[in-house]
């Protein structure tokens, strides 16, 4: 009796109540179709991940358009953003000449050709396509072309500089072998049964291209030395977590260690898996997690990106936080993110400061795969609520939300150019949830870059702000990593006036700008003045 109290002790103090505060989402009405991934009551994993979602403003009219993913041969879809200083969509997927059907999983965005529009990689089961943006007007399937129709059952992917030459090369994550005639046995999950997997099943191989430059990449995974033993991989980020000017890899594993593949620096190009040395391949207790969701902040504010990530239910989320000794120091509780999560199933999350006060707040989406899921059953609802916490000092603080979804992808952006952050996020076969932010705050001061050549969104740089009464915050500029979905590059919004910027562009280059002829919107443009 004792230790019972004693847990719930500890829950309420990990969690607290949900509070008052000044972050507002309100659910708008939208034309955006429910997705499609097989049986309303999955019966095999190839069902249970969902589909993921992309924010592109694939026609450069400066705001952002949506990307639907679609499985079970139903067609991903493109909406075009129509709102100005509302949110209204259109679909235009047979205006774009978009033509993906079959069981598709994920997606990317990038510029892979470096025209100044961004491109469309979806992951699949079987086949991968490139979808090359032709100017905003259409996109042209060149997957043949560019040697990246990779064949195994495809979840994320993402797109970044990994040989520092200037052009987007490509990271695909691969999860198992999966044959639709001869699926897996059941399984037994706390005394029930459920669908079988990933357990007793084969990992496949994720796969790494180069850009070559001339439209085509070049299968680079065992040359660059992304040579492990398969694992089940449904996460990645490209990002330089050491603070050497190098693109890394942190891949999230399904039930299996983490890793990070860390640049050497060498010529030609090589990388080596420092999960285990670093800390993140597993959480503080030394135990692997089922990693769905990735998120990147400086927490800490250390100017170092820290990892968060969502992971299955009756286990906890994790963040890692990175110190300048290179180590990542599993802080969960510390900040309040353990125990709240603890009966949920996580999947996207993200780090962005919703109410503009200067911190970045989190937004993680949830819902179980198992169909027979109940907090009677198995500790967990199928069906689960958003958790959405406000940063308030050195904690978390939930804030509560109505409602219960079965949750999988979810993407961030200003999509009525108001200046602040809303959401849209896909339930696994079901309704996709435009959330407006009507936050109350003041107008914010936004910085946006603009790199050069062939990787026009500066994928990669570093942002060092500081501000006119002397604190600094930190951001980079990454391909959004939310489950097996993607954002271009955001505007990145601060709640103070900003004395200075500095810039550090992928590969080294910096660049100190404190002259601002906008001081509320300042675009930066890699070598010129603004």
């Known amino acids: 009796m004792r230790y019972m109290f004693f847990v719930l002790f500890l829950l309420g103090c990990e969690q607290h109540q949900a509070r008052e505060t000044s972050i507002v989402f309100t659910e708008i009405a939208s034309v955006i179709a429910p997705t ?24 450069n009219d400066d705001d952002l358009d949506l990307f639907v993913v679609n499985a079970s041969n139903a067609p991903c879809r493109m909406y075009e953003n129509i709102g100005g200083e509302s949110i209204r969509f259109i679909d235009v997927t047979d205006r774009l000449k978009m033509n993906i059907q079959g069981w598709a999983n994920g997606v990317a965005v990038g510029d892979v050709n470096g025209d100044g529009f961004d491109d469309v990689y979806v992951t699949c089961h079987g086949q991968n396509y490139l979808l090359l943006n032709r100017s905003g007007t259409s996109f042209e399937d060149v997957t043949e072309f560019a040697r990246v129709g990779d064949s195994g059952w495809g979840t994320s992917a993402r797109f970044g500089d990994l040989d520092g030459d200037g052009d987007l090369d490509l990271y695909v994550c691969n999860y198992l072998e999966y044959d639709f005639e001869n699926p897996p046995p059941s399984a037994t999950y706390k005394g029930h049964s459920v669908l079988g997997g990933p357990h007793g099943m084969t990992a496949q191989s994720d796969v790494v291209y180069e850009n070559v430059g001339d439209g085509s990449f070049k299968d680079v995974t065992s040359e660059w ?42 010529t030609p190009t090589r990388f080596e898996n420092r999960a285990l040395k670093t800390g993140v391949a597993t959480n503080g207790d030394g135990a692997m997690q089922a990693t769905m969701g990735i998120a990147i902040a400086d927490v800490n504010g250390n100017s170092r990106p820290d990892i968060f990530t969502t992971n299955f239910s009756s286990d906890t989320n994790t963040l890692h936080l990175n110190d300048a000794s290179g180590f990542f120091d599993d802080r969960t509780k510390r900040f309040g993110l353990g125990l709240v999560s603890r009966s949920l199933l996580g999947w996207t999350c993200g780090f962005h400061d919703f109410d503009i006060d200067g911190d970045e707040d989190l937004f993680v989406v949830n819902g179980h795969v198992y169909p027979e899921a109940t907090v009677e059953t198995m500790d967990s609802a199928r069906e689960q609520p958003v958790l959405l916490f406000e940063r308030i000092g050195d904690r978390f603080m939930q804030v509560k939300q109505e409602g219960a979804f079965r949750d999988r992808a979810a993407v961030f952006g200003d999509l009525d150019m108001d200046g602040d952050t809303d959401v849209i996020v896909a339930q696994r076969n079901g309704e996709v949830r435009v959330l407006r932010n009507d936050s109350q705050h003041k107008q914010p001061w936004t910085v946006q870059l603009y790199g050069e050549g062939k990787n026009p969104r500066g994928l990669g740089a570093k942002l060092l702000v500081t501000f006119v009464d002397g604190t600094t915050a930190t951001r980079w500029n990454m391909d959004g990593i939310g489950f097996q979905s993607s954002s271009a590059t955001q505007k990145h919004v601060f709640a103070k006036p900003i004395a200075s910027v500095e810039v550090t562009w992928l590969g080294g280059d910096t660049q100190l700008v404190t002259d601002f002829p906008n001081k509320s919107f300042i675009r930066i443009m890699k070598g010129q003045s603004p």
């Not at 309303?40 to 993921?52: C, D, K, L």
């Not at 040579?227 to 299996?256: C, H, K, R, Y």
């Open 225 to 266: 030395g992304f040579t492990l033993e398969p694992s089940f991989t449904l996460n990645a980020v490209i990002l330089d977590f050491t603070d050497d000017g190098l693109q890394d890899v942190f891949v999230g594993n399904d039930s299996m260690a983490n890793h990070l593949f860390v640049n050497t620096g060498e």
């Open 36 to 59: 499609v991934c097989g049986a309303q009551n999955p019966t095999q994993i190839i069902e249970v991940n969902g589909t993921g979602l992309a924010l592109i403003d694939f026609d």
